[in-house]
């Protein structure tokens, strides 16, 4: 949907998302749909280098054939899910 881009133009809050996540500390998982029309991937990816998060407890997960409503249907998304969780969970740091 290309059309939807002009009705930011009638949009009048902002939301500053990068100044937003520098704030989280938590771990954090994101999932990213390549072909997503509303939240291009480079947006995805300014907010997980924005993150506060430590690199080593964030994690960036692209899907090449994910759109915006359809990326939870993507082969692999819930398993990254799980597979984060598992690793930052119950993955004992030492």
Same mark, same amino acid.
């Given at each position: 949907m290309p059309? !939807?881009?002009? $009705?930011? !133009?009638?949009? $009048?809050?902002?939301?500053d998302s990068?100044?937003?996540?520098?704030?989280?500390k938590c771990p954090a998982l994101f999932l990213s749909g390549q072909s997503d029309e509303l939240i291009p991937p480079s947006m995805m990816l300014r907010?997980?280098?924005?993150?506060g998060t430590p690199d080593n407890r964030k994690e960036l997960v692209t899907f090449a054939e994910g759109t915006h409503n359809d990326t939870t249907m993507q082969p692999g998304f819930f398993q990254a899910i799980e597979t984060f969780y598992r690793r930052?969970?119950?993955t004992a740091s030492l």
């Open positions: 059309f !939807l881009r002009y $009705l930011t !133009l009638f949009v $009048l809050d902002k939301w990068e100044a937003s996540i520098r704030s989280v907010l997980y280098q924005a993150a930052t969970f119950f």
